[in-house]
């Protein structure tokens, strides 16, 4: 294990507070996992032009940065290792860095995707935990990046990794850090105290996937929703009792999509599956599932939707890539907007605003309407391809591209 340190890194010693501002992103999708950024938290107007403030190199992979107490938090590799950077916001300094020994070779199939990370680490209680592509599931101490417990799970798992690497995101809950561990036909959902690493329990049913998973309350009780290797399920969180299940399975086994909760329905998806809303409802104690409404005509591949009241955004698969809107109500497209877009986009909202970050590195800000696509601003704010989502700033944004961070502002 290596360990950087700086002058910044006084500035972390001071223990983390449990509680964050509304301009902290502390994991996937952010706050509530659902890709919406408050008004306060992201500029009120944006300009034609932004300004790069500072650039650092910090290596390769597709995991997003995060946002807390001022802090970056980004999980790159670099020559075969994994490493979990602090970075200080203002200055684009490294404050500390770790880094653990991580071999890993690529599916053939996924060789441009390279090697990792995938998943998004998760702050909570003054902790950060990362996934690796690889699957080695670490609990750090946020302030000074100190390990506290870490698991490589090859004692329980004949692999560690779906086939093309660990990509889902861990989320916490009461006290629970939930992931989904092994591989490909051998898995678990599996929820560790977030202090001790200890399991409280497993659910032992399906391989993971590529998606990550989510916590809601449906029908009064609280539970555990995500996309496994070949189905849709959800178990309880507290006990990770399954709850119901839907056959659910795409080509090579890439159920990737987050769910996104509206009301009382799920929206879900998968490459070629087109895009429903499933109620989960329980009578007597059992569970049932019904299909409120599907759409054949987009689909979500590696992108994951956004709501804004009862219109649905997001990035469908089709004519090889092409932003669109759904009523939420009907499933009824709304718009859709030009093809051939690209392989796939980030997507958040902040209030009336969409913001899109493509693969290509192209920024784009949008109307959040359903009358068409209305792009409002577009920036080029990459050289090198750009698969982890924005992170948005009141005066700006960061942005990860294949090697490098970089933070822009709006003046």
Not at 264 to 270: A, M
Not at 339 to 365: C, T
Not at 403 to 409: C, D, I, M, V
């Amino acid at each position: 294990m290596t360990w950087r340190r700086s002058k910044w890194t006084l500035l972390f010693i001071v223990p983390f507070l449990s509680v964050l501002s509304a301009d902290d992103w502390p994991q996937w999708r952010g706050p509530n996992r659902d890709g919406a950024v408050s008004r306060s938290a992201a500029p009120a107007s944006w300009p034609e032009q932004l300004k790069p403030r500072w650039k650092v190199t910090i290596g390769e992979g597709h995991s997003s940065p995060i946002l807390v107490n001022k802090s970056i938090y980004v999980f790159t590799r670099q020559q075969g290792r994994e490493f979990l950077s602090a970075i200080d916001l203002e200055s684009g300094k490294i404050v500390w860095q770790q880094s653990y020994s991580a071999p890993y070779t690529m599916n053939p199939a996924a060789v441009s995707h390279g090697e990792g990370p995938k998943s998004t680490p998760v702050f909570a209680g003054g902790r950060l935990y990362t996934f690796g592509i690889s699957g080695i599931l670490t609990c750090w101490d946020a302030g000074t990046g100190k390990v506290e417990w870490r698991k490589e799970l090859t004692s329980q798992h004949s692999g560690t990794s779906p086939d093309y690497g660990s990509a889902m995101s861990p989320v916490v809950d009461s006290g629970m850090l939930i992931a989904h561990v092994g591989g490909h036909d051998n898995g678990a959902l599996t929820a560790f105290d977030a202090a001790s690493g200890d399991v409280k329990w497993r659910w032992t049913g399906d391989g993971p996937a590529y998606a990550s998973p989510i916590v809601v309350e449906l029908g009064g009780v609280r539970q555990v929703v995500t996309e496994t290797q070949s189905n849709m399920l959800s178990v309880a969180s507290g006990t990770g009792q399954l709850l119901w299940k839907i056959p659910f399975t795409t080509e090579y086994d890439q159920n990737i999509p987050t769910p996104l909760v509206y009301h009382d329905e799920l929206i879900v998806s998968g490459i070629s599956k087109g895009i429903m809303a499933i109620r989960a409802t329980q009578n007597a104690g059992k569970w049932s599932t019904e299909t409120v409404w599907r759409n054949t005509d987009i689909a979500l591949y590696m992108s994951s939707p956004v709501a804004s009241g009862d219109l649905l955004f997001g990035f469908s698969q089709y004519k090889k890539g092409q932003f669109f809107c759904l009523d939420l109500h009907t499933g009824a497209t709304r718009w859709t907007g030009p093809p051939r877009q690209g392989d796939n986009a980030a997507a958040l909202i902040s209030g009336e605003n969409l913001v899109f970050l493509k693969d290509d590195a192209e920024l784009i800000v949008a109307k959040a309407t359903g009358q068409g696509f209305e792009p409002l601003h577009t920036y080029s704010v990459a050289q090198s391809p750009t698969w982890a989502h924005p992170l948005i700033l009141r005066d700006g944004v960061v942005i990860k591209d294949t090697t490098t961070l970089a933070r822009w502002s709006i003046n």
